[in-house]
């Protein structure tokens, strides 16, 4: 079934739960509230998967979160996950805000979010970036600015919409995403670590306009994923070590693995338990090819 310009549905109700089972420290977990759950002055909560609804966080306290990078689903006709059922474009942004809402309440003052997200549709063609600005600000999120992720040469020269060679119905080919980026309430968020950006990466990281290439999705194993270059930017940016990273739209994982990688902690949430196990499948290989120095440098630090 055709379904523009409808959204396909990927983060509805599901009652399907992995049992948590483990791999060094990473678990697929069904969500249960949280409280401050602590452990020896570690957070139990973290350096986690959870197969989840994003909408609802209840097991991530409120304010402990220092960012929230994330790309949610939008693309027309992608297979996220094993649902049929479509949702119109108004529907599609009430969920979205509900999952915002969330990071909002998880995310700690002066915390992070990054969201890349791009356009949807052709007929007409709606900027998804310009629908999430608007209802991030009305949330209170503070915006920061947008980075145009211009993916240039990595993509195709395909033409399947449009004329070729014509006035008739010539169509953009996108090139490029966008990265928007926020704050909860305190622009500032104070120096309370060690922080591993060189000045090098530091211009070239707050410059408006960010080239690297993209990665396949066949490759990875995920409808629309974005390459480990572009959380790693992000979490560098934006956190210190030992900080506390957050994707509600977890996916095959990438966000978790770059944060693992540079020392810090991880939480992953998504809806669909197939993702999950993908996901925990990538980060058993970081584990193996690290020597589990990539997941133990996150996962040692005291819990928020």
């Known amino acids: 079934m055709q379904c523009a310009p409808m959204i396909r549905r990927s983060f509805a109700p599901r009652r399907e739960i992995i049992?948590?089972?483990?791999?060094?420290?990473?678990?697929?977990?069904?969500?249960?509230?949280?409280g401050r759950r602590m452990t020896g002055g570690r957070c139990m909560f973290a350096n986690r998967i959870y197969n989840a609804d994003a909408r609802n966080m209840s097991f991530i306290p409120d304010g402990v979160v220092d960012l929230v990078v994330t790309s949610p689903p939008y693309n027309v006709g992608k297979n996220y996950a094993t649902h049929d059922d479509?949702?119109?474009?108004?529907e599609y942004l009430d969920l979205l805000e509900q999952v915002w809402r969330e990071c909002y309440r998880v995310l700690a003052p002066g915390g992070r979010i990054a969201i890349n997200v791009a356009g949807v549709d052709r007929k007409p063609y709606l900027p998804l970036h310009a629908y999430i600005t608007l209802q991030m600000i009305r949330l209170g999120f503070q915006m920061r600015g947008e980075i145009i992720w211009n993916k240039g040469a990595?993509?195709?020269?395909?033409?399947?919409?449009?004329?070729?060679?014509?006035?008739?119905?010539?169509?953009?080919?996108?090139?490029?995403?966008y990265i928007l980026v926020f704050?909860?309430?305190?622009?500032?968020?104070?120096?309370?670590?060690?922080?591993?950006?060189?000045?090098?990466?530091?211009?070239?990281?707050?410059?408006?306009?960010?080239?690297?290439p993209t990665v396949s999705a066949k490759k990875v194993g995920h409808p629309?994923?974005?390459?480990?270059?572009?959380?790693?930017?992000?979490?560098?940016?934006?956190?210190?070590?030992g900080d506390l990273v957050l994707d509600p739209f977890n996916g095959s994982g990438t966000t978790c693995q770059a944060a693992a990688l540079l020392g810090r902690r991880w939480i992953g949430v998504d809806i669909d338990p197939g993702y999950c196990a993908l996901a925990e499948k990538n980060m058993r290989t970081l584990v193996d090819g690290a020597g589990g120095a990539g997941l133990g440098a996150a996962s040692g630090v005291a819990g928020a």
């Open 19 to 34: 049992p948590g089972r483990t791999i060094a420290d990473v678990r697929i977990r069904s969500p249960r509230p949280a």
């Open 224 to 241: 629309a994923p974005f390459p480990l270059e572009l959380p790693s930017r992000l979490i560098k940016l934006y956190t210190y070590k």
């Open 154 to 177: 990595s993509v195709g020269v395909s033409t399947a919409w449009g004329s070729w060679c014509s006035p008739s119905n010539p169509t953009l080919r996108d090139l490029h995403e």
């Open 86 to 90: 479509c949702l119109s474009m108004e």
């Open 183 to 212: 704050s909860k309430e305190d622009w500032r968020m104070g120096h309370r670590g060690e922080t591993d950006l060189t000045p090098e990466e530091f211009v070239t990281y707050t410059k408006s306009i960010w080239e690297f």
